[in-house]
Every structure is written in C-alpha cells, then in structure tokens.
C-alpha cells in the first residue's frame, strides 16, 4: 500500500539536518519521547524547535491497585451474569416444580453475590472520588 501524497509541499518533510548531543541531552529526548505523544526522537527535536506544545503522559502509580480490583470485579460480575443466565435456560426447561424452585434458591444466590460486589464497587469508587475531586 502506498503512502499518501502530501498536499501542501511545504509541509513535506524533505531536508535532513544531522545534528550531535551530548549523553544526557540524548537521555532526555528518549524521556520526551516515551512519555510524550512524540513518535520518534525527530518529532520531539521538531516541536522542540517549532515551540509546540508536546503532550506529556504521567502515569499515577498509586492507582495501580484500585484498577487491578475494578478489572477483577468487572471479571466476577460478568461470570455472575453468565451463571445466572445459565441458571435461567434450566429454570425455563425443567418441567418439575421441585426443580424451578432449585433453579429460583441457586439464583436468588447469584444475585447476592452481585449486590456485594456492587457494593465494593461503589465503595472503591467513592474513595477515588475523594482523591480526585479534592480542593
């Protein structure tokens, strides 16, 4: 597949400059560039030189813990949700009432176990709230 033409020529990238810096200058363009929306080392020279706004990332690692426990809760929640409408499909086929009435307890059961996961999710929630709507 070919590259798009460029519509405005002076736009058009086309006059390399080879330019040397010292080790810690070199460190720090990398740094620009991994935690920056910066594709390559050439993008952050070329911002740098054009004072363009370079978009910096900074990632909070005191959030690492709470995100893990969302995503597992998220995991439990849908397992929940496919045992209940497991249940569910058994509950419609059975044809005795002692069966339907296993099927209702097994259910009502699932279903508490959603309540307390909820619960732990507003409550994960809410202390994320208070971190970041502080004053």
């Not at 363009?52 to 995503?71: A, C, G, T, V, W």
């Not at 209940?84 to 009502?108: C, D, G, P, W």
């Not at 409550?123 to 971190?131: H, R």
């Amino acid at each position: 597949m070919s590259r798009k033409k460029v519509e405005d020529q002076d736009e058009l990238l086309s006059h390399p400059i080879i330019m040397r810096v010292s080790e810690s200058q070199f460190k720090k363009l990398q740094n620009i560039q991994a935690n920056s929306n910066c594709q390559s080392l050439g993008e952050v020279v070329r911002k740098i030189l054009q004072k363009q706004r370079i978009l910096y990332f900074h990632k909070d690692i005191s959030l690492n813990s709470p995100m893990e426990e969302l995503s597992s809760i998220r995991k439990e929640l849908k397992a929940i949700g496919i045992n209940i409408n497991q249940l569910t499909r058994s509950f419609h086929i059975s044809n005795h009432e002692a069966q339907k009435n296993f099927f209702i307890l097994k259910v009502a059961e699932r279903y508490e176990k959603v309540e307390e996961k909820v619960d732990r999710l507003l409550f994960i929630i809410s202390q994320l709230s208070v971190k970041w709507l502080q004053k």
